[in-house]
């Protein structure tokens, strides 16, 4: 059974303007994304090449990993081009007052 708990990821004012940027949650490297007025978290790690997301471009909802091209769906986190094919973790968020909380599950021992 997983436990999920919404955590304290960073102030509102952080938040970049169409952008991505890396944040440390309970440990975990997280990229956090705006896309217009939506925001999505992602692992921050590329499922490929093992590359920081919060260092690609972001192009709409999709995130290039800096390393190969390779491109995820901030939404969903699956893959959206060559040479990826495993998806990124993806993590709901929610904004309360002027802080983000991305709701993680516990990992496995």
């Known amino acids: 059974m997983s436990t999920e708990t919404w955590v304290d990821a960073l102030s509102a004012d952080d938040l970049p303007t169409d952008d991505v940027t890396g944040v440390i949650v309970a440990g975990r490297d997280i990229a956090i994304y705006t896309v217009g007025s939506q925001v999505y978290a992602t692992d921050n790690l590329c499922t490929h090449g093992h590359a920081r997301?919060?260092?690609?471009?972001?192009?709409?909802?999709?995130?290039?990993?800096?390393?190969?091209?390779?491109?995820?769906?901030?939404?969903?986190?699956?893959?959206?081009?060559?040479?990826?094919?495993?998806?990124?973790?993806?993590?709901?968020?929610?904004?309360?007052?002027?802080?983000?909380?991305?709701?993680?599950?516990?990992?496995?021992?």
């Open 53 to 109: 997301l919060c260092d690609g471009f972001l192009d709409g909802h999709e995130i290039e990993c800096p390393l190969h091209q390779g491109k995820f769906d901030v939404r969903s986190g699956q893959p959206a081009c060559d040479p990826v094919t495993e998806p990124l973790r993806s993590y709901p968020v929610k904004i309360d007052g002027q802080r983000v909380y991305v709701r993680l599950a516990a990992l496995s021992p």
